[in-house]
């Protein structure tokens, strides 16, 4: 099987299984860590964009707290998370620092992707650390999650991610190397799925159980990463991280499965915005902003003519151009009242009328959808049509 060159992707999510980073006598398997950061800094070198979604901290914290194998309660589950957090935090950032990178933990939940406000702060935080040349490592924040607010596996939570952050490739590291039609460790006629060009029902029910009791997830999980991602447009690679750098085993013809990106993608994130019936708001702006976000640009608090509606931070606005007609609509980054204080201000004037720092753009690209486009200016990157 020929491999992919993985730096041929602009930002690639990598998730890694519990079973691979933890040995449940041991604990943490530094060497499979340290051989994997590797594979992750020459990616960061050739230029893509790297974020790590990370299981381990409830496996780790069994072994550091010496819970054993048995079946946790909740609280014990979250003491646990709680313990092995701090661990696999420390070793991620240990390992990332002999390439002289810079590692940033991000524990978030449920609601932190479901939400509009706290989607908004999780994906600012993560643009963030990106800009400033850190490798985020993402996790669901177990010490507070209950099964009525979690996602129950990483595989789920890393196409959130994935596709929140715009996201072009996801790869599932775990302890199977790909899709197969039933499970080889039950049935050894199963045939090896190198491609999977569309996720038909008959590929969705291939799904099957968990292969570790390390692990939360199983091949289920896993194609409802597959749907979420590739809907999105990014491509999605299931392979077996066994081995030691197996991102270096990928690209060399080591077996995975890949799965490839809807060549005609939902952009279900902005489908939505654009969808809202109601916007809480309407922002009026210039003829300068109206050609800023024609180009791609975010909409800035110094081309707001006048702000109208009652609108909280990550509300839904129609954003009405010079015409008089909606140019588009987005999420506000500010509450009504603060949006209209700092109406046609300069980037660096806001501070001083709110009081703190704030964001730069009233609405960013990422969360804008533009009513009319020329031809010829759409599928600017960060910017949909409606």
């Not at 990616?43 to 194998?69: K, N």
């Not at 420390?90 to 590692?103: M, P, T, V």
């Not at 996790?139 to 890393?158: F, K, M, P």
Request: cysteine-free.
């Amino acid at each position: 099987m020929s491999g992919i060159s993985l730096s041929s992707y602009r930002r690639v999510t990598v998730k890694i299984g519990s079973a691979l980073l933890v040995d449940r006598a041991t604990g943490l398997k530094r060497d499979w860590l340290a051989a994997l950061v590797d594979d992750l800094a020459r990616l960061v070198v050739d230029g893509t964009e790297v974020l790590v979604v990370s299981s381990g901290a409830i496996a780790l914290g069994r072994t550091v707290l010496g819970l054993g194998r048995r079946r946790l309660r909740l609280e014990e589950s979250q003491a646990a998370a709680a313990a092995g957090q701090i661990a696999l935090a420390s070793a991620w950032a240990a390992e990332f620092d002999r390439h002289g990178l810079i590692s940033g933990q991000v524990l978030v939940t449920l609601g932190d992707t479901e939400e509009r406000r706290r989607y908004l702060n999780a994906r600012a935080t993560i643009s963030t650390l990106l800009k400033m040349k850190a490798i985020p490592v993402i996790n669901e924040n177990d010490t507070v999650a209950t099964s009525e607010i979690r996602y129950g596996d990483n595989d789920r939570l890393a196409a959130r991610v994935a596709t929140m952050m715009g996201g072009d490739l996801l790869i599932l590291l775990s302890d199977v190397d790909g899709l197969y039609t039933a499970a080889p460790e039950q049935d050894p006629s199963a045939r090896f799925i190198p491609t999977v060009e569309a996720l038909t029902p008959e590929i969705m029910a291939l799904g099957g159980e968990a292969a570790s009791e390390l692990s939360r997830g199983g091949m289920r999980t896993k194609l409802d990463a597959a749907r979420i991602a590739t809907a999105a447009g990014a491509a999605m690679v299931i392979a077996s991280g066994k081995v030691l750098n197996p991102l270096v085993a990928i690209e060399q013809g080591a077996r995975f499965t890949l799965f490839k990106p809807s060549p005609s993608p939902v952009r279900a994130y902005k489908t939505w915005i654009a969808g809202q019936l109601e916007p809480a708001g309407r922002i009026v702006i210039d003829e300068g902003a109206h050609k800023a976000l024609l180009s791609g640009k975010s909409l800035l608090p110094a081309g707001v003519r006048s702000v109208s509606g009652s609108f909280g931070r990550g509300d839904t606005v129609a954003i009405i151009g010079p015409d008089g007609r909606e140019a588009g609509r987005g999420l506000v980054a500010y509450d009504a009242a603060d949006a209209v204080r700092i109406a046609g201000l300069k980037t660096a004037e806001i501070a001083a009328v709110l009081g703190y720092e704030a964001r730069a753009a009233m609405v960013h690209r990422d969360d804008l959808v533009l009513s009319r486009t020329p031809a010829h200016e759409r599928n600017v990157e960060g910017t949909d049509v409606a």
